[in-house]
């Protein structure tokens, strides 16, 4: 089992920045890719960026066409934490962000095997 929860949403003008943080605990951190995700109301859940742990300290990351260059996604092994740095935020961007874990990095979100419980974003024009 692993549990994860998330912290660092809140109310941000356009243009803002905020940055999300997610705790991981239970079953060794490291061996899980992680993934961060969003659901506006009436949407379906949608792919943001994921990470996994490459050669050494690098690490992978992928990401979503509709935040690349704008959210970063990264990962503290020694705080078993995952974060995404979001930059250059639009109202477009209001919604529930999640964290998961899964066995492999991927962009589908039924390849998640643990989710957080949300936190939500709101940004105002």
């Known amino acids: 089992q692993v549990q994860l929860v998330e912290s660092g949403g809140g109310l941000v003008q356009a243009g803002g920045s905020l940055r999300l943080s997610c705790a991981a605990s239970?079953?060794?951190?490291?061996?899980?890719?992680m993934g961060w995700f969003r659901q506006a109301p009436g949407k379906e859940r949608e792919f943001l960026a994921t990470?996994?742990?490459?050669?050494?300290?690098?690490?992978?990351?992928d990401y979503a066409d509709s935040v690349k260059g704008r959210f970063t996604i990264s990962r503290d092994s020694a705080k078993n934490a995952v974060y995404l740095q979001m930059n250059s935020l639009k109202p477009e961007d209001t919604a529930t962000y999640y964290c998961?874990?899964?066995?492999?990095?991927?962009?589908?979100?039924?390849?998640?095997?643990?989710w957080g419980q949300g936190t939500q974003v709101t940004v105002s024009s």
């Open positions: 239970g079953r060794t951190f490291s061996s899980y890719a």
């Open positions: 990470t996994t742990w490459s050669y050494g300290s690098t690490y992978y990351a």
């Open positions: 998961a874990a899964a066995p492999h990095g991927s962009h589908d979100y039924g390849s998640y095997d643990y």
